[in-house]
């Protein structure tokens, strides 16, 4: 079997290679002339000077008459002034002043008099209520330099100084070839093996947001003359061109092949994860970048590479990300290896930025789409503490971030219910939600990390939920429970209860899947294990830990477990059949400072509204008496 | 002559009246069905769950092989296993993982041995390097809730979840039906009277900025049934119309009677500057709106008014503008009878926001494409004196803005010119330029409100410039004077001087058009004025004020006058003679905190470079020698 190892040079290094060969080849912006009404959101290659004066002419600024100011010098309410017809002209807003007037009264400063004639009791100045020529814009004066991006008003500006075309960047056509034997278009029902080519999409969504244009061409299978073909193809139409996967070194990548036979390699493989699997290269003046095929791998090496081309080629200087300051939630270790980008969720609560990572997987695209921010650990870091102020690259406005209700805990596809209901009511605040089991939103309660938290605690003592370890784990106050649901756990199996399941004692005989670590619904586990009189050991699949009652349903349905504890609306989801086990007690609990926080009351109303109960019902498993 | 007075709401009253209404007659938003891959940038209308897994089977994470972790338990380097070809299967990246084998390899920790096994030196657990059902996304997750506005990465995961379609909401269609007899397309040489319609682009520029679809119908002219059948047409087809101009109370002014007869006019008048004459209607269950001719009122009326009805036709609210707080530099007047919208520019120096009010007039297109922020002056207050602390809605990112180097004082072609030189080099920062003539770059480097000012102040004592003002001025130091050039000041006329002029003492007996107080030209004038024994009033035009060179040419140019003080190189643009006087001295005060400023510094190596005074020389006027 072949493999090869990648190099593994550091990113900065990386850029600065690729860059200057890119220079010396001749990549530089292109500019195209085009009418100004279509100009805006473009760089203006040229500076612009006004070709006429705006106003061109002497307009008049109101509705009322053109005159000579002269001839009411002195008029006042005892020396009223008479103007006859001949000494003036009616105009218009935007006419021109007639030869010989030099100022306008307004039509509300005239008194009508016999004969035609208007009185007037004050004297204009010259060229008052009159647009001067050149007011607003004077011919020669420069509009705007070099390298503006023309706004809807500058558009306006350029048209009003007699400018009806201009000079601007032109927006780089950037090439997105999708290649791979498994890779098939967006389907809902894909065969066994299948790769739905979403990655295309995502590119070109960040492509165009940077100001480009973007052409997708046909998805490519792992023939070497065919991806070189294509390469070939798209080098002689577009400015960049950019290779989907196949960028490793693995027996059907070939992209660093065909770039090297094409022009050259100068660098196959960057020391950052995920993304070291990229190859950045140059044939015929143009970059060419091999993307890894992972999602969130090419996503970073388009926001570290690609970005830059592209601003580069519209002659300007790609902006700083936003970045806050904020205190990280969880220890995160990272190699000396790589240089690291984790996904990160960021909230404000009591006035300071907490920063939570989110799952680090190279092919979990949910993770970008809940990411709030990226956190880059340098490479000559072996990891962050809990707790220390980091520096975050912000994913979405810090203005939206800031309104943001943090909801964590136990998994409920309730919270998921309840952010639509909010957000479809066009509340004006962003419900971010986080699955780290009850445990885990007690704990993010005492640290002023989240506003609320589910949780289902089963104190095995007494039988009762929650009360109890609220009571230990807050012995001075700090958080209040809110009235939350009944909902019944049981054990999914597959249709037809293949391994015949009765009571939980049958776990025992089949292969099971676990939730992690401070889920409510391991602790019932571990009390329905001991109740049993069953140990960790005995139960094949005990430590394989999944984050959500869909993630467990998903793999018995999927056949990669026999059965496993979780809510009834997960298991109907999945078509499975469900054992019911008991009842528990599903409950918000809410740090008490922040109980009067509209966006919580806003979650507690939506939660306990009849919108809610009717979804709920529909769901099916929960217990909505009180 | 006809005038009627318009109303004059309070622009809150006058959206209470406006939505309600709309909302009355049935204005909501609308949805449609899309591919996913088109959506990115639209907004949700329902939640989605995820069709599917994804990855919807077990796949590998790795190339390697296939294999039953059981298989491989116990091996270490003391006792390694060897795996059969029967035990394995090979395996890329994405490859689904064959039934009864539950973990994958990698390549790298494979040992080659004989007849085509494997062996290996350490065991791999279940489901290792496997990427389970549901790894990513589960079946019946809420991928994103109603009201998301699909970024990249969202589109992605949708395509991820099986899902291909989507409901969003519709992209309202907004007609902009630009009214006038007098009205004509973009050109480089208008008629007298023609005015240049620019207004529909700067509106579909902001139309587009906020999501909306814009179609801009043909100019009409002032003709009631003409502008009343556009605006039939335009109601049957699209969701929003705005009427371009004719929205007051003049003979002319249509837009009000003819929303009338389609439907009903709510307001009529709104008690903002600018922005007063604006018609808010409906017609047939769609907002009409009767857009004032003035450019500055009609982007206040489509800021305040238009822009939440775009964002309501897509389901959501408006987003709040940036805003920054900052000390105003000028006092600044405001009437009771409106709330006052000024276009300020915005400025960071020493840590502080420094807020600059820019000219007021309805008709300065080029006063927005300066601004940075708009300073809104409540109804109820006559006014903010300079050193407030105001609140301003920033026009340009706050981050753009920090990075901004304030150059103020008199005019002169050259800043911008060197700015045009920096700007092409991208430097990464933006200048902004002021004219506040000479006197005034003193009181703002004096007051810390800008890093550098252009002066050119002869004190009449000594026949020198500048030194001896920079003198008394800073009398303890902060400011230093950077060489700048020699420029000839002579009086302008027109081609063939045709009024004779050939002293100074000559502008006594024509027409003369002045600069403002505080500039260095002013300051000349004086001066000369008082060595050729002249008194203010004896000189016709004297309060005649211009704020710059290219200004006093164009009057000279237009015949509002006959002669002024300037440069060579503006009297040239205009075509006009030019009658030297005297050779001065225009330098650079910079704030001594500022020297070592990087800005401050690229400035000045721009303003003294080669590509600098081919520029000037091309211009004329200069003296380089030093």
Request: aromatic share 6%; charged share 20%; glycine share 8%.
């Given at each position: 079997m072949k493999h090869q190892y990648l190099e593994n040079i550091p990113l900065s290094k990386a850029?600065?290679?690729?860059?200057?060969?890119?220079?010396?080849?001749?990549?530089?912006?292109?500019?195209?002339?085009?009418?100004?009404?279509?100009?805006?959101?473009?760089?203006?290659?040229?500076?612009?000077?006004?070709?006429?004066?705006?106003?061109?002419?002497?307009?008049?600024?109101m509705d009322g008459i053109a005159v000579k100011a002269s001839d009411t010098f002195g008029a006042s309410e005892r020396t009223p002034?008479?103007?006859?017809?001949?000494?003036?002209?009616?105009?218009?807003t935007g006419d021109p002043i007639p030869e010989g007037a030099d100022a306008v009264i307004m039509v509300e400063d005239l008194i009508d008099a016999a004969g035609g004639c208007f009185t007037i009791i004050s004297a204009v100045r010259p060229w008052q209520n009159v647009r001067q020529v050149g007011e607003d814009l004077c011919m020669g004066d420069m509009i705007a330099p070099t390298g503006t991006v023309m706004t809807p008003a500058l558009c306006g500006a350029l048209l009003a100084g007699g400018v009806t075309e201009t000079e601007v960047?032109?927006?780089?056509?950037?090439?997105?070839?999708?290649?791979?034997?498994?890779?098939?278009?967006?389907?809902?029902c894909p065969n066994e093996g299948d790769i739905i080519e979403f990655n295309s999409t995502v590119f070109r969504g960040m492509l165009e947001s940077w100001g480009a244009d973007a052409e997708v061409f046909p998805i490519t299978p792992d023939k070497k003359d065919l991806i070189r073909a294509a390469a070939e193809e798209a080098l002689a139409r577009c400015d960049i061109v950019l290779v989907s996967a196949g960028s490793s070194a693995g027996r059907d990548d070939y992209t660093s092949e065909i770039i090297a036979s094409l022009g050259r390699v100068l660098v196959h493989g960057i020391a950052i994860k995920p993304g070291k699997p990229a190859v950045l290269g140059e044939a015929k003046g143009k970059p060419i970048v091999g993307l890894p095929g992972y999602p969130v791998s090419a996503i970073v090496i388009m926001d570290e590479i690609v970005?830059?081309?592209?601003?580069?080629?519209?002659?300007?200087?790609?902006?700083p990300p936003e970045e806050i300051c904020g205190v990280l939630s969880t220890k995160l270790v990272s190699s000396l290896k790589y240089q690291e980008y984790v996904r990160v969720s960021v909230g404000k609560i009591g006035g300071n930025w907490s920063i939570s990572p989110l799952p680090r997987g190279a092919g979990v695209i949910s993770s970008f789409t809940k990411a709030d921010g990226i956190l880059v650990i340098d490479q000559n870091t072996e990891g962050v503490e809990a707790g220390?102020?980091?520096?975050?690259?912000?994913?979405?406005?810090?203005?939206?971030?800031?309104?943001?209700?943090?909801?964590?805990?136990?998994?409920?596809?309730?919270?998921?219910?309840?952010?639509?209901?909010?957000?479809?009511?066009?509340?004006?605040?962003?419900?971010?939600?986080?699955?780290?089991?009850?445990m885990g939103a007690i704990r993010a309660?005492?640290?002023?990390?989240?506003?609320?938290?589910?949780?289902?605690?089963?104190?095995?003592?007494?039988?009762?939920?929650?009360?109890?370890?609220?009571?230990?784990?807050?012995?001075q106050g700090g958080a209040v429970i809110a009235r939350g649901v009944g909902r019944v756990q049981g054990?999914?199996?597959?249709?037809?209860?293949?391994?015949?399941?009765?009571?939980?004692?049958?776990?025992?005989?089949?292969?099971?899947?676990?939730?992690?670590?401070?889920?409510?619904?391991?602790?019932?586990?571990?009390?329905?294990?001991?109740?049993?009189?069953?140990?960790?050991?005995?139960?094949?699949?005990?430590?394989?830990?999944?984050?959500?009652?869909?993630?467990?349903?998903?793999?018995?349905?999927?056949?990669?477990?026999?059965?496993g504890l979780g809510i009834f609306s997960a298991a109907k989801i999945y078509d499975l059949d469900f054992v019911p086990i008991c009842t528990e007690t599903y409950e918000f609990l809410v740090n008490e400072a922040y109980c009067?926080?509209?966006?919580?009351?806003?979650?507690?109303?939506?939660?306990h509204s009849e919108k809610c109960k009717n979804r709920l019902l529909e769901m099916g498993g929960y217990l909505l008496e009180d």
């Open positions: 850029k600065t290679i690729f860059h200057e060969h890119l220079k010396n080849a001749g990549f530089s912006p292109k500019t195209e002339r085009i009418k100004v009404q279509d100009a805006c959101g473009r760089t203006l290659a040229h500076a612009v000077y006004a070709n006429i004066c705006a106003p061109h002419y002497n307009a008049s600024a002034v008479t103007l006859k017809p001949k000494a003036y002209t009616v105009v218009d960047f032109k927006k780089p056509l950037v090439a997105i070839i999708p290649t791979g034997d498994e890779i098939v278009a967006p389907t809902a970005r830059e081309l592209v601003f580069a080629a519209q002659g300007k200087a790609a902006p220390e102020t980091v520096t975050v690259r912000l994913l979405r406005p810090a203005d939206e971030l800031e309104h943001t209700l943090i909801v964590t805990g136990s998994h409920d596809p309730l919270i998921d219910e309840v952010t639509d209901l909010l957000q479809s009511e066009g509340q004006g605040f962003r419900v971010c939600s986080t699955h780290v089991g009850s309660i005492r640290a002023g990390l989240a506003h609320i938290g589910g949780i289902h605690l089963l104190d095995t003592e007494t039988g009762e939920y929650n009360k109890s370890y609220v009571k230990n784990m807050f012995p054990l999914m199996v597959k249709k037809g209860n293949p391994c015949g399941i009765k009571t939980f004692a049958d776990v025992a005989r089949v292969r099971y899947v676990n939730r992690q670590r401070g889920a409510g619904t391991r602790i019932l586990c571990d009390y329905l294990m001991e109740k049993n009189g069953l140990s960790p050991e005995q139960i094949d699949g005990y430590y394989n830990e999944e984050f959500t009652h869909t993630a467990v349903a998903a793999l018995i349905a999927a056949g990669n477990a026999d059965t009067e926080d509209p966006m919580v009351q806003e979650f507690l109303k939506a939660l």
